[in-house]
């Protein structure tokens, strides 16, 4: 295997990666269009620099930037005067980033699937004038702040507080592992009223005094984008930024429903990437005097890698049709979210062993997927959290607490 390094093998044109049941054959136009585009993007603009910044912990304004000027930021969000873009189109472009890289895919994430949807979700129609189209073009980027260092899983418990004041709120508490939270723009807080005890939402801007973001360093995964520590210290909020239609969890939880179709669909992409980096490296690395890939037990093994993307690829697009049609329930969500990020986790475990040592090494790719795909596994609701809300759907049981 020449130099220890496998060469990416992205196709932009003919050949749309791997796609053994045909699931997105009959992707549409407008759809295909989204999807080469953020193709495009890994290629030439990602994966020639994100090895190195993945390895410095490096947060690449330039990259969030490109994603902006080609439209691949908000998820799926509509904006005003905006081309139309489908679900399907925004969950083929979180697979490709995701293909790319976790960090960058997350980026989109956070901006357009948690920040944007809260403002296109709760907001009125002046806020959504006001803020999502410098958010779509990566000019302001947002955050979504909803986890606690003491409410993680149970978010529903947060405690932040929101005091009314003449003019607007005052927010006091703390946040953490707020993507985008240290970054200088502007944060959807999730607090609780003191006047009802109900959760509401409240667009924060960073430079707001009393606000205090510091990034959180030391991570094993998605070191190229930042997340952040907050610490509300009376934070006033005027009313003008208080999101009209978020007035309790159950918003919140709406928001975060839709964007748990987007993380499956970048678990398959981390899969895929994972899949055909070590396909490709059985086929060169020769042991024994022959390649690994003549070795019945290596083909057993990248026959399980393909059946286990087939059957994401297959639940992702059928989830998303139903996404589509307005017919998507929490738990079919949730099962597609479970499905996938243990299906990436499994094959990005195979991959990496296949490549022996060369697949601890960061650039050769596997590595980096294999440490983001644990973010992914954790984020919007763990594997666990998954399974309680399906297992409540199946028993009629709740084991929550
Ligand atoms: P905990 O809730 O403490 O869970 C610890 C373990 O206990 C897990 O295995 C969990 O499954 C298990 N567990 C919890 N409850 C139960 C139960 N009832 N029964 C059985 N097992 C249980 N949050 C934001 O608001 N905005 C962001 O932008 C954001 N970005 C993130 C980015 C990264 C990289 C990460 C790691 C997290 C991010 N989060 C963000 C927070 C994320 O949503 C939480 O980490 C997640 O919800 C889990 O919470 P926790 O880490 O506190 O774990």
Redesign the pocket.
């Given at each position: 295997f020449p130099a220890g390094t496998v060469e990416p093998d992205y196709v932009l044109d003919e050949a749309l990666g791997t796609d053994a049941a045909g699931v997105f054959e009959s992707v549409s136009d407008a759809d295909r269009a989204y999807w080469m585009r953020a193709r495009a993007f890994v290629q030439d603009d990602l994966l020639p620099v994100i090895g190195e910044h993945w390895d410095r912990s490096e947060y690449s304004l330039d990259l969030v930037r490109r994603l902006g000027e080609l439209d691949l930021l908000r998820d799926g969000v509509s904006v005003d005067g905006w081309e139309p873009m489908s679900k399907t189109a925004a969950g083929l472009v979180s697979m490709e980033l995701s293909r790319g890289d976790g960090s960058i895919a997350?980026v989109s994430?956070?901006q357009g699937g948690?920040a944007m949807r809260s403002i296109a979700l709760c907001g009125s129609e002046e806020q959504r004038r006001r803020w999502l189209p410098r958010m779509a073009t990566g000019e302001l980027l947002g955050?979504?702040?909803?986890?606690?260092?003491?409410?993680?899983?149970?978010?529903v418990s947060l405690e932040t507080r929101a005091t009314p004041v003449a003019g607007g709120w005052l927010i006091n508490g703390e946040?953490?592992?707020?993507?985008?939270?240290s970054m200088g723009g502007i944060t959807v807080v999730?607090a609780r009223s003191d006047e009802d005890g109900q959760v509401r939402g409240f667009v924060v801007p960073q430079e707001s005094e009393g606000y205090t973001g510091t990034t959180i360093r030391g991570?094993l995964?998605?070191r190229a984008?930042h997340?952040a520590r907050i610490r509300f210290e009376n934070v006033f909020v005027p009313e003008e930024n208080v999101l009209p239609a978020a007035r309790s969890f159950k918003n919140t939880a709406e928001v975060l429903f839709a964007t748990r179709i987007s993380v499956a669909w970048g678990a398959v992409g981390h899969a895929q990437a994972c899949y055909e980096t070590a396909l490709q490296y059985a086929r060169q690395r020769v042991q024994f005097g022959r390649p690994l890939a003549a070795s019945q037990i290596v083909q057993e093994r990248l026959a399980r890698m393909l059946s286990e993307l087939t059957q994401i690829q297959l639940l992702v697009a059928r989830m998303t049709e139903r996404e589509e049609a307005g017919v998507l329930t929490g738990e079919q969500a949730s099962l597609a979210k479970y499905t996938g990020t243990r299906a990436a986790r499994s094959i990005a475990a195979n991959a990496r062993d296949l490549m022996g040592g060369n697949g601890i090494l960061i650039e050769n790719r596997v590595a980096r997927h294999f440490a983001d795909i644990?973010?992914l596994h954790?984020?919007?609701?763990?594997?666990?959290?998954q399974a309680?809300i399906i297992g409540r759907s199946i028993t009629g049981i709740s084991?929550?607490?």
């Open positions: 997350t994430g956070v948690l955050a979504f702040a909803l986890t606690e260092p003491t409410h993680g899983s149970d978010s946040k953490k592992w707020i993507g985008n939270g999730w991570k995964a998605l984008i997340q644990e973010a954790t984020y919007e609701g763990t594997e666990t959290i309680l084991a929550f607490a």
